[in-house]
């Protein structure tokens, strides 16, 4: 199985949401992303880094946990990185993808322990779904990983959290058999959960500030994400009659004024997020740096990528408007 | 009538407790009948403090009734429900808030009603629902220049987020004019030497 390093992804926060059963393992790309231009090359490369020692620390836990890589985790390591100050320094190591040239990664091992065994969690509870719900080879795929999940979660065991999720995700599945009309009863179910991700603290190293500030900036990513997905998935879930409670809301959601409305919306959680973050103290200007630019510019941008349906080239060429 | 209270201290329905209180104290001690140097207008400034504190009373009973004054005043003026929410949304009392706007009967409701809505909304964190809010009201009522600012200081938030990381972040840098100064500064030292970087001067 040959993958392609940086868009494949079978899971990612996201598809967690999609419990309704019609999709099994299915590519989707990841919501969160850096807006590459504003970043220093030097705060890139740290980036594309910690995704690789993310890729490395899967791998420890199981090896079929590393197909579960994605970006959106990278955010969650990055804010665990900065608030607990831990020492990151580069490594060269090689993997099945860059197998000659090797890639420069960060080995910074508690941090990102802890976000694989969240990916494990996560995937964990998107395969449950997936086995008692599709048939075929879907099925066996989902068994397959499962299996690589099942082992990543005995190796390094977060008993607790995994709990919490579980919980989160029933309440989240309770709304959505609902049919909840109101996209922020679900997105307040989603953003606790992942919330709860952020601010996790087994050994007690976080103060409870810190905690909340995590709490925080997870609950608004959380939010944005669930409602940016809804709106993303409103032509295919309407034509398979599944939940979507933008489309259940009754606008029209390819009305001009309501895209307006639904970006700017989006924009004020992403405000929300950054001014949390900015009152968080990151030690490290890097770290800082690229986090601000996925709250502020990167999440955003996608946003508008997603409702406009806009390519990358008009945005930069946008932006570039903006600086002249 | 229900704002004759508030213009007694001079403040407006908005605001906040801390605000009123000072406003009270200021007052009080200004028309203090002690505080009177002409005899004559002992009586008058006697009056005039009765005057205040009874006005202060009266603002301090309505905002810790809060609810249940408005219902009082509901019948005599549609406006007062709306100072009252205004009030209430200032001492983030959110759900009273709602549920003393959800009382209001549809026909009732206009612009104003739509504009507060939208800023409940705001509070409870329901961006999306806000923004519908304020557009309608702006729609409702294009002259209200309070309804288009509360939109536009949202549009603004946003963009400003967005703005360029450089220019927030990074202010350091040199400008042209940094380059020409170090570049005479840089001359006038090897002129010293007894070199010369720039011929012409």
């Known amino acids: 199985m040959t993958v392609p390093h940086t868009t494949f992804s079978i899971t990612?926060?996201?598809?967690?949401?999609?419990?309704?059963?019609?999709?099994?393992?299915?590519?989707?790309?990841?919501?969160?992303?850096?807006?590459?231009?504003?970043?220093?090359?030097?705060?890139?490369?740290?980036?594309?880094?910690?995704?690789?020692?993310?890729?490395?620390?899967?791998?420890?836990?199981?090896?079929?946990?590393?197909?579960?890589?994605?970006?959106?985790?990278?955010?969650?390591?990055?804010?665990?990185?900065?608030?607990?100050?831990?020492?990151?320094?580069?490594?060269?190591?090689?993997?099945?993808?860059?197998?000659?040239?090797?890639?420069?990664?960060?080995?910074?091992?508690?941090?990102?322990?802890?976000?694989?065994?969240?990916?494990?969690?996560?995937?964990?509870?998107?395969?449950?779904?997936?086995?008692?719900?599709?048939?075929?080879?879907?099925?066996?795929?989902?068994?397959?990983?499962?299996r690589g999940a099942d082992k990543a979660m005995k190796h390094a065991p977060i008993p607790a959290l995994a709990k919490t999720v579980s919980e989160k995700l029933s309440q989240l599945s309770t709304c959505e058999a609902n049919g909840s009309q109101d996209v922020y009863e679900g997105a307040a179910c989603f953003g606790a959960l992942l919330g709860e991700v952020f601010c996790y603290d087994g050994g007690h190293i976080l103060s409870d500030e810190v905690k909340a500030a995590l709490y925080e900036i997870g609950y608004r990513v959380g939010r944005f994400i669930y409602i940016l997905d809804a709106y993303a998935d409103r032509v295919e879930d309407r034509k398979k009659g599944r939940y979507n409670p933008l489309v259940l809301s009754g606008e029209d959601l390819e009305d001009e004024a309501f895209c307006h409305r639904l970006v700017t919306a989006l924009d004020l959680e992403m405000v929300e997020a950054s001014r949390t973050l900015d009152g968080l103290s990151v030690k490290d200007r890097g770290i800082y740096e690229i986090l601000d630019n996925l709250l502020r510019l990167g999440l955003p941008d996608v946003s508008r990528e997603i409702i406009y349906q806009k390519k990358r080239v008009e945005l930069l060429r946008e932006n570039r408007k903006e600086d002249l | 009538m229900t704002y004759q209270p508030y213009d007694i201290l001079g403040v407006s329905p908005n605001a906040t407790d801390a605000e009123i209180r000072k406003a009270y104290h200021d007052l009080a001690r200004r028309y203090h009948p002690d505080n009177c140097q002409d005899e004559t207008m002992r009586d008058a400034y006697a009056e005039k403090m009765k005057e205040i504190n009874q006005a202060y009373e009266t603002v301090k009973r309505w905002r810790e009734e809060g609810y249940q004054g408005a219902s009082e005043?509901?019948?005599?003026?549609?406006?007062?429900?709306?100072?009252?929410?205004?009030?209430?949304?200032?001492?983030?009392?959110?759900?009273?808030?709602?549920?003393?706007?959800?009382?209001?009967?549809?026909?009732?409701?206009?612009?104003?009603?739509?504009?507060?809505?939208?800023?409940?909304?705001?509070?409870?964190?329901?961006?999306?629902?806000?923004?519908?809010?304020?557009?309608s009201a702006c729609r409702e009522d294009p002259n209200n220049r309070e309804y288009r600012e509360a939109l536009e200081s949202m549009r603004m938030a946003t963009a400003n987020m967005r703005s360029d990381s450089y220019s927030r972040h990074r202010s350091g840098g040199c400008s042209d004019c940094d380059i020409c100064s170090g570049l005479i500064c840089a001359d006038c030292c090897c002129e010293c030497m007894g070199g010369d970087l720039i011929r012409c001067c």
């Open chain 1, 12 to 146: 990612n926060f996201l598809c967690l949401v999609k419990n309704s059963g019609e999709n099994g393992v299915k590519i989707v790309f990841g919501y969160v992303k850096v807006r590459r231009g504003d970043l220093r090359v030097k705060e890139y490369e740290f980036y594309r880094a910690v995704y690789c020692g993310l890729c490395h620390h899967q791998k420890k836990l199981s090896r079929r946990l590393r197909y579960s890589l994605s970006y959106d985790m990278v955010l969650l390591a990055l804010i665990r990185l900065g608030v607990t100050g831990e020492r990151a320094c580069f490594q060269k190591k090689r993997c099945p993808i860059h197998p000659l040239k090797g890639c420069l990664t960060v080995d910074a091992s508690e941090s990102l322990r802890y976000t694989a065994s969240v990916s494990a969690i996560l995937l964990y509870e998107k395969l449950r779904d997936d086995i008692s719900d599709e048939r075929g080879i879907r099925r066996l795929c989902a068994r397959l990983m499962a």
């Open chain 2, 73 to 135: 005043t509901r019948d005599d003026n549609g406006d007062s429900i709306y100072a009252t929410v205004r009030v209430m949304l200032n001492q983030n009392r959110i759900s009273e808030a709602d549920r003393l706007l959800e009382g209001i009967p549809y026909n009732e409701r206009g612009a104003e009603w739509l504009f507060l809505k939208g800023v409940l909304f705001m509070r409870m964190g329901r961006y999306l629902d806000a923004m519908r809010m304020l557009e």
